[in-house]
């Protein structure tokens, strides 16, 4: 199982832009999926989460700026930043709860390798 993260890059205050990430490989189903964001220097923290139902989480810090969502059918989850300010400058990583078809009754926590988000005042 393996998940890819795509959309980073450098924007400025007040700018937006759009993470996407997919998740490929045996998969039998994923649970929540959700975003996480570790700034140099800090911890890794939550950001948003959305469930197979499209039962979303935000952090409140971004709540009322991003969007996350999901399409079930591609294994991809979105995540819209708008408003976007220099402290939400930081690595942006993509996680997943899925179950392996070898293994569908168990359930493992995997991780994308992160995109940079830059943010300019």
């Known amino acids: 199982v393996q998940l890819v993260e795509s959309g980073g890059g450098l924007v400025q205050a007040g700018g937006s832009l759009r993470l996407s990430c997919v998740a490929s490989g045996s998969i039998a189903e994923i649970n929540v999926m959700a975003w996480s964001r570790q700034a140099p220097g800090k911890q890794r923290e939550s950001v948003a989460s959305?469930?197979?139902?499209?039962?979303?989480r935000y952090a409140d810090s971004v709540q009322g700026r991003f969007t996350i969502s999901r399409e079930n059918a591609q294994n991809t989850i979105y995540l819209q930043m708008n408003s976007l300010q220099p402290e939400d400058t930081a690595v942006y990583y993509c996680?997943?709860?899925?179950?392996?078809?070898?293994?569908?009754?168990?359930?493992?926590?995997?991780w994308g390798q992160g995109t940079q988000v830059t943010v300019s005042s």
């Open positions: 996680n997943a709860a899925i179950a392996d078809i070898a293994r569908p009754s168990l359930v493992y926590a995997h």
């Open positions: 959305i469930t197979a139902t499209h039962s979303t």
